[in-house]
């Protein structure tokens, strides 16, 4: 929700801007913009609406160039996206920019304060009365830039991620934090800072994840941090270990493609990190020690997270209850964190999420939290916010994950849950070591079963080309394919903006049945068919075809029930019920790529969505 990206060094800090901010355009492409100290001390804005490539052709045809420099691009939140909200932004005397991800909740009363002193705001955004508010401390004189800065935050409320420079300030720029992601590059004579580290991750090998509550002040020579009261805190310099490639796009025709295709890669990795030669599944030091002190005594599971990821812990909860026979729950971090909960004590909160910065999900951990629980993370992005408010992680390694539609996280997260419920049934004494490894082995197969499935890419376009025209579509399954369902609807309405609904196949009757008629694609999960739920499912495909609506069933390559009520049918390998959701996913994905491909759609970057939704 909104990249930022600020450079200072010898060099010309505007080439670095724009390719930070092409990586991060992901976050929020409604308009762009930067900021750059000029050689002369003069400070140079430079914004449009749109994408960044409207920026850049400004620049082609005027250049800037300076150091320090800021940059920003945007997903609107205060104010419609237009080049007078887009960031950065100025005090009246055009000598502080700010660029700013994150809301500052407050600043109706700010603003009606400094507009009292005489301020005139140039835009509806919330970012705005912070150039004012520090332009406002700096005015009595006698106060450096850097504790203007700590004044205005001081008086600010809300999240902030942010990156300020100065008119006349050319050895120095600024950048805080609170709520919002950000992290610092440390280079050899330069210094960067990004909303996160694909951005820089072919310039710097070391970075500084800045805390809550952090101001640094950043000099080609270094960095130095303090709190917002002024006391300085320790510098943690630390190692990236992902390369560069991971962030490229390596030949594939958009990152969500490129990144549908490496989960067979990123599932065994996973697998290899958590799964010894025997078989058997051990966590990572945190998460082995948190659990070796709550097994005995948990009572229930909840597990927290948003959009495809809380699909994930719908899965998730069926694993707890079939595997370790703990009562279990989900539930919606934008939900949980306003319904009153009322947990049991020993409440084991398991939070899912590719970014550890959604809001809504860090806000409902903090909640559990108060409440006494333990929280074990189930998360992407080393250094997340969330891993770090967190007992204890299992880390779902999958790389970065730029297209905006999640596809490798939410199969890594899949099988973070089968890799944690194994674990925690073998230390609760109610999986035996056979089972274990009977368990791991089935597993060990999903990555080819994936690669089965990808090869199967031109078979599932074909068919999607005969649906992408259609007003909108239905998904069914039924338990562990219940939340596939659901997810599959969610990655086609997100990507190609044709209307879907998931729904549980048993509940069809209750209601979306009605829609059923002779243009209404259904897409039903048959899988896998030796299963008690196979037989129920066949009966929902009897009912739509009774209403001639338009079967594209999901079916196990031996198949020969499901296949005769579909018009289409796209086979995948079996595997057991439980891993059928890992497997029937990857269809889903491919067959919402295609539809949103035939219609047009910008598949990276889908309109009005942003990769972390950092704000409530
Ligand atoms: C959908 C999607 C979103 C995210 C949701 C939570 O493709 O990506 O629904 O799953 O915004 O994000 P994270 O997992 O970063 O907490």
Not at 136 to 147: A, F, N, Q, R
Not at 399 to 418: D, H, N, R, Y
């Amino acid at each position: 929700m909104c990249g930022i990206v600020g450079y200072i060094g010898p060099q010309n800090a505007v080439p670095f801007l724009i390719e930070g901010l092409k990586r991060l355009e992901y976050r929020g492409y409604d308009s762009a913009g930067i900021a750059v100290c000029q050689a002369d001390g003069s400070l140079s804005v430079r914004k449009q609406v749109g994408r960044l490539s409207n920026l850049e052709e400004s620049l082609d045809a005027e250049p800037l160039s300076g150091s320090p420099g800021i940059g920003h691009t945007r997903w609107a939140t205060h104010g419609e996206p237009s080049t007078l909200n887009s960031h950065p932004h100025l005090d009246c005397s055009g000598r502080v920019a700010v660029v700013h991800n994150g809301i500052i909740e407050n600043y109706l009363s700010l603003r009606a304060d400094l507009e009292a002193k005489g301020h005139v705001f140039q835009s509806q955004t919330d970012t705005e009365v912070l150039p004012h508010l520090i332009e406002e401390i700096l005015k009595p004189g006698g106060k450096s830039h850097v504790e203007a800065i700590r004044e205005a935050l001081r008086l600010a409320k809300g999240a902030y991620a942010l990156g300020i420079v100065f008119q006349g300030e050319t050895d120095a720029f600024y950048a805080a934090r609170c709520g919002s992601p950000l992290i610092i590059g440390v280079g050899d004579g330069e210094q960067f800072i990004a909303s996160d580290v694909p951005a820089i991750l072919n310039r710097v090998k070391k970075v500084i994840y800045l805390n809550d509550g952090e101001v640094a002040e950043l000099r080609p020579s270094g960095v130095t941090l303090t709190r917002l009261d002024g006391t300085p805190t320790a510098v943690v310099v630390q190692e990236v270990t992902l390369r560069a490639e991971a962030a490229e796009r390596a030949g594939f025709e958009t990152f969500m493609l490129k990144e549908i295709y490496e989960q067979p890669r990123v599932l065994r990795a996973l697998l290899d990190t958590h799964v010894d030669k025997n078989g058997a599944v051990r966590l990572d030091e945190d998460a082995e020690a948190l659990l070796a002190a709550e097994m005995p005594d948990i009572q229930r599971i909840l597990v927290l997270s948003c959009g495809t990821a809380y699909y994930a812990g719908m899965y998730g909860r069926l694993l707890f209850e079939r595997w370790v026979g703990i009562p279990s729950e989900t539930d919606l971090g934008s939900e949980f964190r306003y319904r009153e909960p009322r947990l049991p004590e020993h409440t084991l909160v398991i939070a899912v999420s590719q970014s550890g910065e959604t809001a809504d999900t860090l806000a409902s951990v903090r909640l559990a939290r108060t409440m006494g629980c333990k929280v074990l993370s189930i998360c992407n992005v080393a250094g997340s916010t969330l891993l770090r408010e967190s007992d204890a992680a299992l880390p779902t390694q999958a790389g970065p994950e730029i297209g905006v539609a999640s596809t490798k996280a939410f199969t890594a997260q899949l099988m973070a849950f089968v890799l944690l419920t194994i674990r925690m049934a073998r230390l609760r004494g109610i999986m035996s070591e056979a089972r274990e490894r009977e368990l791991t082995a089935e597993l060990a197969r999903i990555p080819n079963a994936i690669h089965r499935v990808l090869e199967r890419q031109a078979d599932i376009r074909a068919i999607s080309q005969k649906y992408y025209e259609c007003y909108n579509a239905l998904y069914l399954g039924r338990r562990f394919n219940y939340p596939i369902a659901l997810e599959g609807a969610l990655k086609n309405k997100e990507i190609s903006y044709q209307h879907a609904e998931g729904y549980a196949a048993g509940e069809m009757k209750h209601g979306p049945i009605a829609l059923i008629n002779e243009f209404l694609p259904v897409v039903c999960l048959c899988t896998p068919t030796a299963d008690e739920v196979y037989d129920k499912m066949i009966s929902n495909l009897k009912e739509v075809e009774a209403r001639k609506g338009r079967i594209i069933a999901v079916v196990t390559e031996r198949d020969d029930k499901a296949r005769a009520f579909a018009q289409d049918v796209i086979p995948v390998p079996e595997t057991i019920e439980e891993y059928s959701s890992i497997v029937n996913v990857i269809v889903l994905q491919l067959f919402a790529y295609h539809n949103a491909k035939a219609r047009g759609a910008d598949i990276d970057k889908p309109r009005n969505l942003a990769k972390s939704v950092t704000v409530e």
